[in-house]
């Protein structure tokens, strides 16, 4: 999080221009944005004066539904003006975001079914091309359980070096998006480490079949192999 004295990057449409944090605010049902600056940091940061919100707070003494149908009463002569409470718009806020995260984690979705097959596909081709190779493994004394490791271990080896790549884009892609000031990413070790076990896990999982069919192959058969 950030405190007081941060450099932060801010844009209101122009060029970012370099901030400094001067308090952190406690949560106000007035307060709808996460940050608030003066009109001379508006206008530094390429901000076009124009009215978009009026906030109203309403008083201890006052019924905030009955506030609410006189409010809206006298909004009836302008329909482009929406009222809305603090939950109501960040809710507003957040609904485009959800979509986008659905359609991202589809497509991760998609992704992992690819590499799934890609990988499964790649081991099952590797042991059909090296099944000689494993004849001579087994006839100079290779243990199925050691030929079972050899193709468990390349499984693995095949999908961590693709979430190698993977997180590499993506931080580097984070830190690139970071810096136009316009979004606040954040990225953490702890999800890092996740997609490492993840990857490690698929990769032992869907390359169990081809290591377990590499490893029951007779030594005879696999060496008269063609």
């Known amino acids: 999080g950030l405190e007081a004295g941060d450099k932060i990057r801010l844009t209101a449409g122009g060029a970012p221009i370099l901030a400094t944090v001067t308090g952190i605010y406690a949560k106000n049902p007035a307060v709808l944005l996460r940050y608030i600056g003066s009109l001379h940091l508006f206008d530094a940061a390429g901000g076009q004066p124009r009215d978009q919100f009026v906030y109203a707070v309403v008083g201890d003494n006052y019924d905030e539904a009955a506030v609410r149908a006189e409010v809206e009463k006298a909004l009836s002569v302008a329909p482009a003006v929406t009222l809305e409470n ?25 992704a992992l079914v690819i590499a799934v097959l890609g990988i499964a596909n790649t081991l099952g081709l590797s ?8 004849g001579i493994r087994m006839a100079i004394g290779a243990r199925p359980a050691d030929i079972r490791l050899q193709f468990l271990l390349e499984a693995v080896i095949i999908s961590v070096a693709g979430c190698l790549i993977g997180v590499l884009i993506g931080v580097a892609g984070a830190f690139a998006v970071a810096s136009t000031g316009k979004l606040l990413v954040l990225v953490t070790l702890s999800s890092m480490l996740l997609a490492f076990a993840v990857a490690s896990g698929i990769g032992i999982f869907f390359g169990l079949y081809p290591a377990n069919k590499a490893a029951k192959l007779k030594p005879i058969e696999a060496l008269r192999y063609p």
């Open 127 to 134: 042991v059909s091309e090296r099944t000689r190779e494993i």
């Open 86 to 110: 603090r939950d109501e718009f960040a809710e507003a806020q957040r609904a485009p975001v959800v979509v986008l995260l659905a359609l991202i984690q589809g497509m991760l979705g998609l």
